[in-house]
């Protein structure tokens, strides 16, 4: 979908809530935040052959879920349309029993659903959560350190597999494809992040289109240093058998999961989850790589961009 | 979609809020209840070809915030998924126009939005409000009385000039379209009526089946008076044209977006919205009509039926 078309209409829109735009929206209730987000997935744009149903399933609340996450929102509540090609009712049960698997992962309840024919497997997850406080990508000052949870390049590895045919032996392929079909969103450590960080996302499309965002919306840069990337030792081999630059790999994976956030530098003894600093937030905008001496702008690319114009 | 395949899929998911299933979600916070709905539009079946992209952007809006009216909620917040086919600015322009008239016309914010490409034309809306109290399908009681708000007919017949081209001269189809492209959900009825009642549904799919889920639901009946029935002149015209009968136009006419609704006797001269009784609910489970002195099941068409197997 093209960015000019996608902008072109929604400058139709006047009424936005006062939170819009960001990983979720959000409005005021009480003291506190009521948390909405909705995700959809295309068949033909989202999945791949060696997703099951199940996978598919689970992977809507995942992606639902991790926006609250980012938002520092408790989940609460899931609801979602669903378009099914065929009658076919052991795919369905499937699909469903990836979704029930979602919302027990995630403590969620099912508080809506609707059901309808399509020409391809279309499903629409919309969750609701509550949040003390938010974190917001417009919050980003100089000075704070920029940290994730987790390590970064798994799914774009197996992406590269499944797409591009790329190598990687039965093990690796193995632990690389783990957290390609069944990634999770990090809802504790979010919760725990608001207390702490007022700007998060999550990495859906790749971590530097997320630290672009954060950048833009806060009028800030981001500094991120390749040697502190958290990159696996599986993802690393991976990269050195298919003559991958393990920096890019991690930069530009998607469908993560994991959490980026920003942070003072005082706040981050006390912080009791599982993250990595892996840079600072500058005063110039723009989202740069520091390697070795050199300070430079980090690259943006797609899966697409990596057989074709890279490699 | 096959029913057996839907309840297949729903067995499969275990964890429900405390409302679910009822023409939307609630959850109960501070001394109100929090309503969430979601509904799908999908171009293979619910476009016809003399619906603008503006009609079909309005229709999603209102079939959602039809939902909330129907539980007695305040329409807050609006969010929706979109799974455009092509890459055409001016259709996407026009469609985001139909939404944000939705937004104007029933008092919503745009709260998150997704927008994807897909092979057809797919739109998810989810509307968000709050209530004081809720009106539900198993509230239901024998000897109160059934009433819906408006007149009863058009959209159906409209459907069937458009699909089986039926006969109607220009100025009565100009009528019979008006609310077949542009139906206007019962916000400020849904809102009044929750004082009044504790039972009410939505017309989505056609009289007959909302009655249905309403003695379902309630394990009571309802007898409908067939003379009562709210049909305008130009249903009449149309159905003495085309040799229809109007009172199974009437009863089987969907996405009419008035509200049924059940109420005590002594109640409805305080109620101060414009609507019709036209039956009761009863002991004995089912959908009755009453005609002359007869009283027989109510028949449950779909408008596919209408040319083939009726007339």
Known sequence: MEEDIIRAGF??????SEVFGDDAGAFGIGDGWLVVTNDMLVESTDVVASMSQEDIGLRVVTMNASDLAAMGA??????????????DERSARKLFRGIQLGLEMYGMSLI???????????????????????????NARPGELVCVTGDLGKPLSALLIE?????????????????????VARIEEGITLADFSRCAIDISDGMVKELKAISEASSAGIVIREEELPISDEV???????GLDAYLIAMNSGEEY???????RDKISSLEIEFTVIGEVVEEKGVWIKKGGKTERAKDFSWRHFSKELF
Chains 1, 2 share one sequence.
């Open 163 to 183: 797409l591009k045919g790329m190598e990687a032996d039965e093990g690796l392929r193995k632990k690389l494809y783990e957290k390609f079909l069944r990634p």
């Open 258 to 264: 994991e959490l980026i956030f920003t942070i003072d």
């Open 74 to 87: 408790r989940p609460l509540y899931f609801a979602f349309s669903v378009g099914l090609k065929e009658s």
């Open 236 to 242: 690393r081999e991976f990269c050195r058998i298919n």
């Open 11 to 16: 400058r139709e829109i006047k009424r936005k």
């Open 112 to 138: 809506s659903a609707d059901t309808n024919q399509s020409d391809e497997l279309i499903i629409d997850g919309i969750a609701v959560g509550m949040a003390k406080s938010l974190m917001l990508r417009k």
